[in-house]
């Protein structure tokens, strides 16, 4: 089992530094979290653009086991505010949040807006994912629902996840495509087939499937290529490089920067209803002529 291990200076170690307790696979440490200090804080205040109210989330460094959930990381109160503005206006039914680790933040702005919502997570994060949303729905004004729920990736487990929760309107799926360039090929190919499969089971005929991360290497490109063999797409309106605009969620630039959001749908969706606009025609001002003369 992968596990964190202490520098060997030891000395100069201290609980919660993400710097001096590098993860093995995401040795960048607190580069990618939401609050790169020197000592991560246990838990922290997450404002989210358009949520009348912070959400008090959890962090945690461990120095046995995959603390990697146990952290906000930058992406996730991104995807929450696009959620916010954008999904809870015009989508409602179930929503589920893939990899949603200890804070469940998107999840929980989800069930905000009106989802019924499922965070998910391998079953070892369901205890603190639960007592994070006992906190956030503490707070009022939720439309919807949400709980925490154990989902391994991979079709089979998706497939059981439907059949017992139904499929879902809104899939989210935020910093979960992850690779860097010295990940193991296999490896990483593996991974993504699994989000691809599972993301392919859970989404409903005319569901979407928001993936947000942070490009790190051209390892992560298996994963738009898989899409195809489970019946997926990339919708129309993020076929571009940069993807879906982020500039209009109320962060400042150095809080979006870098990061990509793809909307993903089924290839068997049907296309999106045309938009009618009225034609607005002048027409020459000319004096009339009198009948009667």
């Not at 439907?162 to 593996?190: P, W």
Request: with cysteine; proline share 8%; net charge neutral.
């Amino acid at each position: 089992m992968l596990v964190a291990q202490p520098t060997p200076d030891a000395a100069h170690w201290r609980p919660h530094c993400t710097q001096l307790v590098p993860h093995p696979l995401f040795p960048h440490g607190a580069k990618h979290f939401l609050h790169p200090c020197e000592h991560l804080r246990p838990g922290v205040d997450v404002i989210i653009p358009g949520l009348p109210f912070p959400l008090r989330a959890p962090q945690s460094q461990t120095n046995s086991g995959d603390p990697t959930g146990r952290a906000v990381w930058r992406g996730a109160s991104v995807m929450a505010a696009r959620i916010l503005k954008h999904e809870g206006r015009s989508r409602s039914g179930v929503a589920i949040e893939l990899g949603c680790g200890a804070a469940a933040i998107p999840a929980t702005c989800a069930a905000f807006c009106g989802f019924e919502t499922y965070a998910t997570d391998v079953p070892s994060m369901v205890s603190a994912s639960s007592k994070a949303l006992e906190a956030h729905l503490a707070n009022p004004g939720f439309a919807g629902s949400v709980r925490a729920v154990s989902l391994s990736w991979g079709r089979a487990n998706a497939q059981a996840f439907a059949r017992v929760h139904g499929r879902a309107d809104l899939v989210i799926a935020s910093e979960c495509l992850y690779a860097l360039k010295a990940t193991d090929l296999s490896v990483a190919a593996a991974t993504m087939e699994a989000l691809a499969s599972t993301i392919a089971e859970l989404l409903s005929t005319n569901g979407v499937c928001l993936v947000l991360y942070n490009p790190r290497s051209d390892v992560e490109a298996y994963f738009w290529d898989a899409l195809p063999r489970f019946n997926l797409r990339r919708r129309a309106d993020s076929l571009t490089s940069s993807g879906i605009a982020l500039d209009d969620l109320g962060f400042a630039p150095r809080r979006v920067d870098g990061l990509k959001l793809y909307a993903v749908e089924r290839a068997d969706a049907a296309p999106p209803s045309p938009i009618f606009r009225p034609i607005l025609v002048s027409l020459p001002t000319m004096a009339a002529e009198d009948v009667l003369d």
